[in-house]
């Protein structure tokens, strides 16, 4: 997940940068008021703080349409103006380096891990400038390695607990558009497995659903060039131990050459009412010494998702099956009564009833085609195909004349 896709991420880094300039400069300038070492530079100390403030003002005003190259920029800027505090600051200059690892944490926790990267060195060459420019710091090769080195070590922790989050975030959003886009699909099965297939990098993915007469794929995202997930050795076994007992089952490679315990997938099961009803299976044509959390995080949210769409499937399959037997009874009770009004000569009433049995049918199939199109937006080619063509028994109803007249 990129950082700072959208104007609410941007808003934040900028307010968030604000807030280091704004306090970074109130604590320089507090230095200053308490009693200091007399060799330090007052004026030149005061600068830097002075600039920062400025900084603050477009940084809260326009700071959501900044885009993220810029705001790396200002990041850059506070660089700079740390190592012109610690130039000016004669004895004092060994306290400043510790706003270095205000930069880093910021780096880490809103950039990608390269441009935390360079933050970092962007740290260390400022600060092997502001020494060789300045001579009150004692032994300064001891403070540079260990300012520049816990700012590093902050980096890198933090880009590790970003990066988690952002993934996490980016699955939380995978789940949700595939959520929304499942609202007019009749059969979710190949959305839940293209997006844990994209969310996790797989090479297949396939839900598999338990039936009464045994196994159901019911969605697939596979590429063509690296086969199926059923095909993979381990797969099955694997996915019927999953259905077996609820829990989430490695898929381990067997083939001759992969060192015995690799990890080429993960069969996830996809829990109803607390019963395994399905199994979500994805492979990797590389193997893994072991399987990430996030790998695991998805693919249980992800068999959460499905578990949901399932149950919707159902349901809505019941419903159709409920307002074709109505239909069904509808037709079926007015033609009963049209004929048996025909066959008392009651031939007007008759007529009168089929009327009525077509109204009721066409009212019936009116709020059916009003449910698919709030449902889907509008009808799709092949809604309305019949799947068996109308056969009309002309014979028979020849012979029945013929008997009626005789």
């Known amino acids: 997940m990129r950082p700072g896709r959208t104007e609410a991420e941007r808003a934040l880094m900028a307010r968030g940068l604000a807030l280091l300039f704004g306090a970074g400069a109130t604590l320089v300038l507090v230095t200053l008021l308490l009693p200091h070492s007399s060799n330090t530079d007052e004026l030149g100390t005061a600068?830097?703080?002075?600039?920062?403030?400025?900084?603050?003002?477009?940084?809260?005003?326009?700071?959501?349409?900044?885009?993220?190259?810029?705001?790396q920029v200002v990041l850059a800027l506070g660089t700079a103006l740390i190592s012109g505090c610690v130039v000016f600051g004669g004895d004092n200059a060994s306290a400043y380096p510790l706003m270095y690892v205000w930069v880093t944490l910021y780096a880490g926790s809103f950039f990608s891990a390269p441009a935390a990267a360079l933050h970092v060195l962007n740290c260390a060459a400022c600060y092997v400038g502001a020494l060789q420019l300045e001579d009150a710091t004692r032994v300064p090769s001891v403070h540079w390695l260990m300012a520049i080195g816990t700012a590093g070590v902050a980096a890198t922790l933090m880009s590790i607990v970003a990066g988690r989050v952002r993934r996490?975030?980016?699955?939380?959003?995978?789940?949700?558009?595939?959520?929304?886009g499942q609202t007019i699909m009749d059969d979710p099965g190949p959305s839940v497995c293209a997006g844990l297939r994209d969310a996790v990098r797989a090479d297949a993915v396939v839900l598999v659903e338990a039936q009464d007469d045994g196994l159901r794929v019911a969605g697939?995202?596979?590429?063509p060039y690296t086969g199926g997930v059923l095909d993979r050795p381990g797969a099955n076994e694997a996915t019927l131990a999953a259905l077996a007992d609820g829990h989430t089952q490695p898929i381990l490679g067997t083939r001759a050459?992969?060192?015995?315990?690799?990890?080429?997938?993960?069969?996830?099961?996809?829990?109803?009412?607390?019963?395994?009803?399905?199994?979500?299976?994805?492979?990797?044509g590389k193997p893994r010494r072991r399987l990430d959390d996030h790998v695991r995080t998805a693919a249980l949210l992800f068999a959460a998702q499905a578990s949901v769409a399932l149950e919707r499937a159902e349901r809505l399959s019941a419903e159709r099956e409920?307002?074709?037997?109505?239909?069904?009874?509808?037709?079926?009770?007015?033609?009963?009564?049209?004929?048996?009004?025909?066959?008392?000569?009651?031939?007007?009433e008759g007529l009168d009833a089929i009327?009525?049995?077509?109204?009721?049918?066409?009212?019936?199939?009116?709020?059916?085609?009003?449910?698919?199109v709030r449902v889907r937006g509008e009808l799709r080619p092949g809604d309305l195909v019949r799947s068996?063509?109308?056969?009309?028994?002309?014979?028979?109803?020849?012979?029945?004349?013929r008997r009626r007249r005789g």
């Open 47 to 71: 600068v830097p703080p002075l600039v920062a403030y400025v900084v603050c003002a477009p940084l809260l005003l326009s700071g959501s349409r900044m885009p993220v190259w810029a705001i």
């Open 168 to 180: 996490q975030a980016s699955d939380l959003e995978a789940v949700a558009n595939v959520a929304n």
């Open 220 to 223: 697939r995202a596979e590429d």
């Open 257 to 284: 050459g992969r060192r015995r315990g690799d990890v080429v997938g993960l069969a996830e099961p996809v829990l109803r009412d607390g019963r395994p009803a399905a199994v979500l299976a994805l492979v990797w």
């Open 322 to 348: 409920r307002q074709a037997l109505e239909l069904n009874d509808s037709i079926v009770q007015g033609l009963a009564v049209a004929k048996y009004a025909m066959s008392t000569g009651r031939t007007q």
């Open 355 to 372: 009327d009525d049995t077509l109204a009721r049918a066409r009212e019936l199939i009116t709020d059916q085609l009003e449910e698919v």
């Open 388 to 401: 068996d063509a109308p056969v009309i028994h002309s014979d028979r109803r020849a012979d029945s004349r």
